[in-house]
Nanobody, 123 residues
Framework: QVQLVESGGRLVQAGDSLRLSCAASGRTSSRYTMAWFRQGPGKEREFVAAISWGGGSRVYADSVKGRFTISRDNAKNTVFLQMNSLKPEDTAVYYC????????????????WGQGTQVTVSS
């Protein structure tokens, strides 16, 4: 079992930057692929970004490509989501997820989820 706790969400203005963190605990010795998802008001949860165990492979949703960067610090069991040039449509609850995979990180099929952190972008 892996427990995930997100932090860093808050109210910001359009154009601002924000960094989310996700701290993993529990069975962190396994090599998990990590990902971020989000769910906006009245919308379904959608994939945002994912990173392989070693960090060498990263995948992004088209809507955030070039603005968001996913990274990880395995020594600290933490994954980050750096969000730049935020837009009102980025408003959502952001969730961290973990799963086992090889090769290119998948956009679905993750086993463990955090409780989420709210990001609100005002115009």
């Amino acid at each position: 079992q892996v427990q995930l706790v997100e932090s860093g969400g808050r109210l910001v203005q359009a154009g601002d930057s924000l960094r989310l963190s996700c701290a993993a605990s529990g069975r962190t010795s396994s090599r998990y692929t990590m990902a971020w998802f989000r769910q906006g008001p009245g919308k379904e949860r959608e994939f945002v970004a994912a990173i392989s165990w070693g960090g060498g492979s990263r995948v992004y949703a088209d809507s955030v490509k070039g603005r968001f960067t996913i990274s990880r610090d395995n020594a600290k069991n933490t994954v980050f989501l750096q969000m730049n040039s935020l837009k009102p449509e980025d408003t959502a609850v952001y969730y961290c997820a973990a799963g086992r995979s090889s090769g290119t990180p998948p956009r679905a099929g993750y086993d463990y989820w955090g409780q989420g952190t709210q990001v609100t972008v005002s115009s």
